[in-house]
T-cell receptor, first 112, second 118 residues
Framework: GEDVEQSLFLSVREGDSSVINCTYT??????LYWYKQEPGAGLQLLTY?????DMKQDQRLTVLLNKKDKHLSLRIADTQTGDSAIYFC????????????FGKGTMLLVSP | NAGVMQNPRHLVRRRGQEARLRCSPM?????VYWYRQLPEEGLKFMVY????????ESGMPKERFSAEFPKEGPSILRIQQVVRGDSAAYFC????????????????FGEGSWLTVV
């Protein structure tokens, strides 16, 4: 079955880069997503990557995809205290109707 | 263009009561998904609906949970005879696409409904 794994916690200092990692098992994944969730709030789509891409950059965010190893990472450059949140990795399979499998989330804590 | 609207945002129910959670998809979206987030967990898929049809309910608990998406009005997630283990955040998402078309970034989530069972 499908499974998405993430490390649970990451702590960085303001201004440093953050790298959040994710592994998945479904080789038929079509799209992979990164969502951000602040306490008591909904999910904010940060970025996504199609499975035939290796890298995608969007301002401070860089997504790297290693399809062979089924490894996805999210790099946040110049991390700010406002980036403190839980980050979820999610994959979309080939079902064709957009159901997502989420990891348990990585809590990013940015200290001044 | 309003986003996915969920209400209530917070709901408290006593054990044994019923909970009804509502979701209005984005304008023009006819595909609705419900996900549940248990404390300190990721989101788990529950059910996928199109207007008047349940397409995939493989993530729904077998008892007490039901969902509908009528021709008119919002989608409803209904939980009968709630128990403490139902306490969670319930997220609705919508998309405009037909099956087989893939999605990319066109899945939009609501702000969630936080259910607390006391």
């Amino acid at each position: 079955g499908e499974d998405v794994e993430q490390s649970l916690f990451l702590s960085v200092r303001e201004g440093d880069s953050s790298v959040i990692n994710c592994t998945y098992t479904d080789s038929s994944s079509t799209y992979l997503y990164w969502y951000k969730q602040e306490p008591g709030a909904g999910l904010q789509l940060l970025t996504y990557i199609f499975s035939n891409m290796d890298m995608k950059q969007d301002q401070r965010l860089t997504v790297l995809l290693n399809k062979k190893d089924k490894h996805l990472s999210l790099r946040i450059a110049d991390t700010q205290t406002g980036d403190s949140a839980i980050y979820f990795c999610a994959e979309e399979g080939e079902s064709g109707y957009s159901t997502l499998t989420f990891g348990k989330g990585t809590m990013l804590l940015v200290s001044p | 263009n309003a986003g996915v609207m969920q209400n209530p945002r917070h709901l408290v129910r006593r054990r044994g009561q019923e909970a009804r959670l509502r979701c209005s998809p984005m304008k023009g979206h006819s595909h609705v998904y419900w996900y549940r987030q248990l404390p300190e967990e990721g989101l788990k898929f529950m059910v996928y609906l199109q207007k008047e049809n349940i397409i995939d309910e493989s993530g729904m608990p077998k008892e007490r949970f039901s969902a509908e998406f009528p021709k008119e009005g919002p989608s409803i997630l209904r939980i009968q005879q709630v128990v403490r283990g139902d306490s969670a955040a319930y997220f609705c998402a919508s998309s405009p696409l037909l099956p087989g078309q893939g999605s990319g970034n066109t899945i939009y989530f609501g702000e969630g409904s936080w259910l607390t069972v006391v």
